[in-house]
Nanobody
Framework: QVPLLESGGGWVQPGGSLRLSCSAP????????MAWFRHPPGKGREFVAA????????SYASSLKGRFTISRDRVKNTLDLQMNSLKPEDTAVYYC????????????????????WGQGTQVTVSS
């Protein structure tokens, strides 16, 4: 498996912003579908957002749309997640993921379909 590496996590006050980045050290970023998931404390892993390599189409968890933006940086070879207006309930370990499959929209949130994963980066939102 290709290891992915997240960065950019940390502590931020409510209302603040963070930008997460995910890279594939030493190789091109893998996959035709790329995504971010998160694992809040005491809960199961949640879908955050996904982006399709072919057309750049994006999809978001409905509760996060408008605050979070997923994007690919082709120059830096990274998958990024801009998070604005952060809330305490956004506290979680955030993971980037990718799959060689070209997932349809209804499958983007299914974490079992992604074969490449990072180790996660902690995001803590508190005052």
């Amino acid at each position: 498996q290709v290891p992915l590496l997240e960065s950019g996590g940390g502590w931020v006050q409510p209302g603040g912003s963070l930008r997460l980045s995910c890279s594939a050290p030493g190789r091109a970023f893998p996959g035709n579908t790329m995504a971010w998931f998160r694992h809040p404390p005491g809960k199961g892993r949640e879908f955050v957002a996904a982006i399709k390599r072919a057309n750049g189409g994006t999809s978001y968890a409905s509760s996060l749309k408008g605050r979070f933006t997923i994007s690919r940086d082709r120059v830096k070879n990274t998958l990024d997640l801009q998070m604005n207006s952060l809330k305490p309930e956004d506290t979680a370990v955030y993971y980037c993921a990718a799959t060689d499959s070209r997932l349809i929209t209804s499958s983007l949130a299914s974490d079992e379909l992604y074969e490449y994963w990072g180790q996660g980066t902690q995001v803590t939102v508190s005052s």
